[in-house]
């Protein structure tokens, strides 16, 4: 799936700032650093694969629906990793030569040889709780991708060497035979290196599976249903934006041959958020991730394609409107690549005068809503655009409204049917009294 660096500010994937929000951080909950770079990577590649993202979407479900779960204990795999990393030769896994390192250490402490012990030991514990694990998965129907995923380990696992050492494993580190030390470090960090790495990133995956199950139990999240073919799809019930601590929630489907919903309201009535909110149910849609929504229903599209919290481009010498403009076009040469764009603008071509936004948006809106192949989710301003498009049945038209209380605007942030009429910007502004402020200013003056 295609996005490009505007798409991913817009929704917020990342964040530079390590005490700002971020989707990232809100679904990052799992144990271990491996499971975090791994749900970062995961995050980075967003897929347009039917199969994929099945596969995915059973194997978290599977860990929602099943009492099953890989005990992982960060402290430990910490030092396994820190343990994996040592620089030092591994211990010589003959007698002679294991007695040996064994009485040097006794003589001198060795800060290496800690570090290889109890390594070793928090990696046998490891490997013991993935064993059971594994035991009890043979009483689930687990999810055939998952199996794939699992052989290797049951496979490393059942070496000779290691399964005995699973089989015997002492209480304490230090009840670890020299001998014992010499050959399983050999093992893990020479002859077996490779399969032992590929059997930690299996445990990793586990790791962020149940993270991601784990959301699930928040009964405001769920997983996405897809559509396959050719047929543009999107429906979304109870969807809510996750940073809002009491999110309004508001559902929304296409109806008939309409792939174009035309977006009006004031400001701060909600408009931006929704736009976000969609963009980042489709987003982790095409991950097979928990979506912020009581339920989604969605094709599989090729592309993400946002214009949100859009920047003036100071340095290469663009204004606000030719950066709209360039971005717009952007647009339509990925539709003209690809097929199956899901497409949201925020407030088209603000950054001009109204009448050429007014021509502008109109023009774009008429063309975008007979491209049937993507979806567009467009809001504006200029209502007068609205009004000459209302009769089209290409365009599905929906509002955020607001009502004025004692001069105060208050909304209640749910999405409406149709085209908004209030005008209460000019409201807002009589009530902050600027004009009474401007107007003592001028009185001053002349005195």
């Known amino acids: 799936m295609h996005l490009d660096n505007q798409t991913i500010s817009d929704i917020e994937l990342f964040s530079p700032y390590k005490n700002t929000d971020s989707v990232y951080k809100y679904y990052n909950k799992t144990n271990t650093n491996g499971g975090s770079e791994k749900l970062y990577n995961f995050f980075r590649n967003p897929v347009s694969d039917y199969q994929f993202l099945q596969d995915r979407r059973n194997e978290i479900q599977f860990f929602y629906d099943n009492d099953i779960r890989l005990e992982l204990y960060k402290r430990e795999i910490d030092f396994i990793e820190h343990y994996l990393k040592i620089g030092r030769f591994p211990l010589r896994a003959n007698w002679i030569?294991?007695?040996?390192?064994g009485v040097q250490n006794i003589i001198v402490e060795s800060g290496d040889y800690y570090i290889i012990r109890e390594g070793i030991y928090h990696l046998l514990k490891l490997f013991s709780n993935l064993k059971q694990?594994?035991?009890?998965?043979?009483?689930?129907?687990?999810p055939q991708s998952l199996q794939k995923k699992l052989a290797h380990c049951h496979s490393f696992l059942k070496q000779k060497s290691l399964a005995l050492k699973l089989e015997n494993l002492p209480k304490k580190s230090n009840k670890l035979k020299w001998i014992t030390l010499g050959k399983l470090d050999t093992l893990f960090r020479l002859k077996k290196k490779s399969e032992l790495h590929e059997c930690l990133d299996t445990i990793y995956m586990i790791d962020v599976l149940q993270t991601l199950a784990g959301l699930l139990k928040d009964k405001r999240f769920s997983l996405a249903t897809y559509q396959p073919g050719e047929k543009t799809v999107f429906e979304v019930e109870e969807c809510f934006h996750p940073f809002l601590d009491e999110p309004v929630k508001n559902s929304y489907s296409f109806k008939n041959d309409c792939n174009l919903c035309f977006l009006t309201g004031p400001n701060m009535s909600g408009k931006s958020t929704f736009l976000k909110t969609l963009g980042l149910i489709v987003y982790l849609s095409h991950l097979g991730f928990p979506v912020p929504a009581k339920r989604v229903k969605t094709s599989i599209y090729k592309g993400l394609f946002t214009t949100i919290n859009l920047s003036d481009n100071l340095n290469l010498g663009f204004s606000h409107f030719y950066t709209e403009v360039k971005r717009v076009k952007d647009m339509a040469l990925q539709l003209k690549t690809h097929q199956g764009i899901f497409v949201i603008f925020d407030e088209l071509f603000k950054g001009t005068n109204v009448k050429d936004a007014y021509d502008s948006t109109l023009m774009v809106v008429k063309a975008l809503s007979k491209i049937k192949s993507s979806i567009f989710f467009i809001s504006s301003h200029i209502l007068e655009v609205a009004e000459d498009i209302d009769c089209s049945d290409d365009v599905d038209f929906r509002c955020f409204e607001s009502a004025l209380v004692d001069d105060k605007a208050e909304y209640d942030f749910k999405l409406k049917g149709?085209?908004?009429?209030?005008?209460?910007?000019?409201?807002?502004?009589?009530?902050e009294m600027i004009e009474d402020i401007l107007e003592e200013i001028i009185k001053n003056e002349k005195k």
């Open 418 to 431: 149709g085209i908004s009429k209030e005008r209460v910007g000019f409201q807002i502004v009589k009530r």
């Open 97 to 101: 030569d294991a007695i040996a390192d």
């Open 133 to 142: 694990f594994l035991e009890e998965l043979k009483d689930f129907e687990v």
